[in-house]
């Protein structure tokens, strides 16, 4: 059987929050026009030396902005005129952003040495005061236990508050925890759905991918190729390269649309020359098969070895498969195992299904047959959408291979998740408790 290698339409994982920065608002109450008054200068149109003025009276955002102004290079600070000084001040005032920029670059050490527990004490009164970004910021120091105790749950409720101030990715970081059980929290892409759905609703084009994927792959709801892609294409005219790739995908595999290489291979340029691995190995993946480009195998390895580089797990399992064979480099099969564990671990179904492969067949001195395992990578595999390891598992089970019993109907259902995931040697197959053919080694 030749080793899995292809394209993919891996999830959005980027868990940090946004950039601090965030234009100041103007804080206070409507008031009677008086005639021949002059309106206050909005505080993003003022002067310096007027944010400076009411800085000191005690306004907030004023000093907010100065900091903003200062971290930005717009305005020239000195010793004791920096960023940080005003957001205190800001903070001090009671300006929620403030508190959250402080708070920013002392996470990041940005022109300061990095504090972590400051850091989450003044996230923490961001988020008190209503400013979701420091929510989320916060809960990104619980997540993963900088500068306060790891604390999963108290993670998510901070994602879950962020989310209902209206931020996006506040709703997809809970999204993410959600779906992966990150924390032990238990593993429910249902609601993970619901999380995206509201942070897509809310323009974060991150969170449009994450449901795509979740729709397309039939995770926590029905499959859903053609809300897929306009998920994907959303995203993408979002600005979110990743939801390009994703389209590609689509293209690449004909799912819910017509097959069509060119434009799949256009999306994964777009996404490759915007630095986005996936793309990059997507578009490894055309070149192999010479699909609307001339087949170039060597260039191939290179976009897939630069994608590895990059910890794409995709990347590292088509760099894998070249390992494996000794194709265009010398063979190292137990580099390659190493690689295939990565991307099994990451979640890449097509790691997945090639380690379940190898111990099936049990060609390798390195990784000798072992059928539980091969369908554990199986059943993995088949969680997430891949067709071929979906049909692999209905064999297993018809004929009694590693621990799986005939069931004749859980095999007819593992054929028809084939079909529908592209596999199409299961579609005539669909309605039949016999066998898929096993392939030669």
Known sequence: MDPGRGSASPMHTMRSALLALSAAALLGCATPVIPNAQAPVPVAAASPQTLRARCAEGDGPSCTELGIRI??????????ETAAVYYEKGCDSGNASGCNNLGWILHNGKGVPVDLRRAAYLYDRGCKFGNARACTNLGNLYEHGLGVPEDTLVAVQLYTRACELGFGIGCRNEGLIRETNFGRIGEDPSWARKCYERGCNLGDAGSCVNLGNLVREGRGGPVDFDRARQLFTQACHGGDLLGCSNLGFLYDKGLGVAKDMCKAVAEYERACKGDVPLGCTNLGYAYEKGACLAKDTRHALALHTRACDQNEPLGCNNYAVYLERGEEIPQDVSRALELYRFACEKKEPLACHNLGRIYEQGNLLLAPQD??????????????AHGKSCAALARMHHASLGGLTPDPARERSLRARACQQGYFEACSMMGTTLPENSPPP
């Open 71 to 80: 971290e930005r290079g717009v305005l020239g600070g000195s010793e004791h």
């Open 371 to 384: 059928l539980g395992l091969a369908a554990n990578y199986h059943r993995i595999a088949c969680d997430r």
